[in-house]
């Protein structure tokens, strides 16, 4: 027994110490680590890739295939790209000279060079003294005169009178109608003003109105469909009579069968004058 205590001590005591020597070790090396003086940093430039540069011959290509290329190409030794970048650098530098040397002119020439200094002053420009408007109605361009000129055409080929009158009944809305709506205008003026005519002669002179000697002026507006049927009768302009306004409706009514068809639908005004003579 007291055998195996001695050989335990022993043991002991060789594990606490071999511990003991690590712990020393790795402190004098932690220390010398720490002590140890920075080790210097260089800091080298690598080269730019020469796979970029292309041969003097191909300086004249595109951007995009130079990119292109060089996105291909790549550089196969540092001595190679050294010397095809000196190449280039003295093949540039010799083009760069050459065109120089060439443009020396003489002495003589460069004095005989004649003057060629203008006085503006001097030069009759006309100016534009017009003032900017931002409310003035703009100009139309060539296309919409060509193309309005040929929406007129038939309607100007009406008499003036009949002109006038057409744009006192419709006004500005007459050039917002498109072509076939003018063309219709243009082609049943005569037509339908016959239709409403022989119609009013018919119905005569309202009998309460010649009996009241009431009198007037008036302009009805109804839409005519290419079916001859008429929708939307309404008095745009009254004649402050209500016998004389109806006797428009009563006209319009019986005559919008007669009427001759548009091709699509269009707005029809028209002007009704009682007068007792």
């Known amino acids: 027994m007291q055998i195996i ?23 004098f090396a932690l220390l010398i680590f720490y002590f140890l003086p920075d080790v210097e940093k260089k800091t080298t430039l690598r080269p730019i890739s020469l796979g970029v540069l292309q041969p003097t011959s191909s300086l004249t290509e595109s951007p ?9 190409t790549q550089p196969q030794s540092h001595t190679k790209q050294q010397t095809l970048l000196k190449q280039q650098i003295d093949s540039k530098k010799s ?52 193309k309005e000129q040929e929406n007129n055409a038939k309607l100007d080929k009406l008499p003036n009178k009949i002109q006038e009158e057409l744009y006192k009944l419709y006004g500005t809305e007459l050039n917002q109608m498109n072509k076939e709506q003018k063309d219709y205008l243009a082609e049943s003026y005569f037509m339908n003003y016959e239709v409403f ?3 009013a002669d018919r119905m005569g002179y309202p009998k309460l109105a010649a009996y009241l000697k009431q009198q007037g002026r008036g302009v009805i507006e109804f839409t005519l ?13 009254s004649t402050q009579y209500e016998a004389l ?16 068809r548009p091709p699509q ?10 007068r007792i003579y």
């Open 5 to 27: 205590a001695y050989h335990y001590k022993i043991y002991k005591d060789r594990f606490i110490l071999s511990l003991s020597f690590s712990l020393l070790l790795h402190m």
């Open 64 to 72: 995009l295939q130079s990119s292109q290329q060089a996105n291909i």
């Open 95 to 146: 083009k760069s000279i050459a065109p120089q040397t060439s443009q020396i002119a003489p002495a003589s020439a460069t004095q005989n060079k004649p003057n060629v200094d203008v006085d503006l002053n001097s030069l009759n420009i006309p100016k534009n003294d017009a003032k900017f408007d931002p409310l003035a109605t703009p100009k139309p361009s060539l296309l919409q005169s060509l």
């Open 197 to 199: 005519q022989q119609t």
């Open 225 to 237: 469909y290419p079916d001859g049927h008429i929708d939307n009768v309404r008095i745009i302009v």
């Open 245 to 260: 306004d109806d006797s428009m409706r009563q006209v319009v009514e019986l005559s919008a069968k007669n009427l001759k």
């Open 265 to 274: 639908p269009v707005t029809v005004r028209l002007g009704g004058d009682y």
